[in-house]
DNA sequence: GCCAACGTTGGC
DNA sequence: GCCAACGTTGGC
């Protein structure tokens, strides 16, 4: 199956590019995901598609870095932990209801490639990070999207 | 800090 | 099943 092409966002005030670069084996799981069209994305990731690594609530937002899907999605413990924050009282063991994919660190980009600029792109605009409104944190990306999307990434300036 | 848009909850 | 209220997201 041909390799597919994802948008992560993340709060850097929560997790940025710079921390999964820190992590071990530039790693970490994806977990937290409590939205089932992201969900369902999740699903679909397959170990070797890639992602950009985007940034909101940020000055400007925008996309900061590649990844890639080390690992397929998987149970996320923390639905069944109580007290924690993506605790989820309604899932049940045998059928969990929330997955996780680990994500490894291929690349920071040169710039920030921000969201303005981004969605001013040609073939971007359908983005769904492009969207008004739009809240969901996993989102898919076409291959001419990934294409034309780290071309720009690769320019020293906004074109 | 503001506030529009969204997803979820819960009364009916 | 409807829909108002609420909490959250996230750009500005």
Known sequence: MARQYWLLKADPEVF??????????????????????????LRAMAPGDQAFF????????GIVGLVEIARGAYPDPTQFERGHGHFDPRSKAEAPT?????????EALPRTLALAELCGLEECSSLAVCQRGNRLS????????????RACAKRKSPA
Do not use: C, E, K
């Not at 940025?16 to 994305?41: I, K």
């Not at 985007?54 to 937002?61: D, E, K, L």
């Not at 929330?98 to 291929?106: F, K, N």
């Open 16 to 41: 940025s590019f710079d921390d999964l670069l820190a992590s071990p084996g530039r790693t970490t799981a994806w977990d937290g995901v409590r939205n089932y069209q992201a969900r369902n994305y």
């Open 54 to 61: 985007y940034h909101s609530n940020a000055s400007p937002p």
């Open 98 to 106: 929330w997955v996780m994919v680990d994500v490894r660190a291929l």
């Open 138 to 149: 996993v989102s898919p990306v076409s291959g001419a999207q990934w294409r034309v999307i």
